[in-house]
């Protein structure tokens, strides 16, 4: 089964078969061997090599959405669109947006704040996955654009961040 998705200005292929006690990635073509340990819905736990790690999945028509460690992608076999990563926490840009359509479930940050690089900022629910958005870097907030309970569209900016002085 092939796919097709983007990590910033990256685009990668991915292969994925079957294998014997598991399965194969080919992500443009370095092989990455894993195991899947259980599937839930919504849930998927996979082993890579001694690591066992943790990924959140929901599907909306042809679309599969992943997220994983706070980044959210979109994952679509190969058709006249490519999949994008909807996470736009990259180093360069001074918004959070929403990765999809969802509801704010937490905001763990005010205005004026400093988070660290990492630092979860923000909670949403969509699918019934969570996702975490979390500080690209360590940043000052300087607007937090939504509230509790509140729905929320994808690339809608909930955070701004300005660079702290010093």
Not at 3 to 9: D, I, K, L, N, T
Not at 58 to 87: M, S
Not at 141 to 166: A, F
Request: glycine fraction near 8%; aromatic fraction near 6%.
């Amino acid at each position: 089964m092939k796919f097709r998705f983007s990590s910033g200005e990256e685009d990668y292929v991915v292969d994925l078969e079957d294998e014997r006690g598991g399965y194969r990635a080919l992500v443009d073509g370095s092989p990455v061997n894993f195991e899947l340990i259980s599937e839930d819905e919504g849930l998927l736990t996979l082993r890579f090599g001694d690591e066992v790690k943790t990924l959140y999945w929901a599907v909306e028509g042809e679309q599969c959405w992943i997220a994983y460690e706070g980044c959210t992608y979109l994952l679509e076999k190969p058709g006249p669109g490519t999949a994008r990563r909807h996470a736009r926490e990259t180093s360069q840009e001074n918004v959070l947006r929403a990765p999809m359509p969802a509801q704010v479930r937490d905001v763990l940050v005010q205005p004026g704040e400093v988070a660290e690089a990492g630092a979860t900022l923000l909670v949403l629910e969509a699918m019934k996955m969570e996702i975490l958005l979390r500080a690209p870097r360590r940043a000052i907030i300087e607007k937090v654009h939504v509230s509790l309970g509140e729905s929320v569209d994808r690339d809608q900016v909930l955070i701004n961040l300005e660079e702290p002085q010093g």
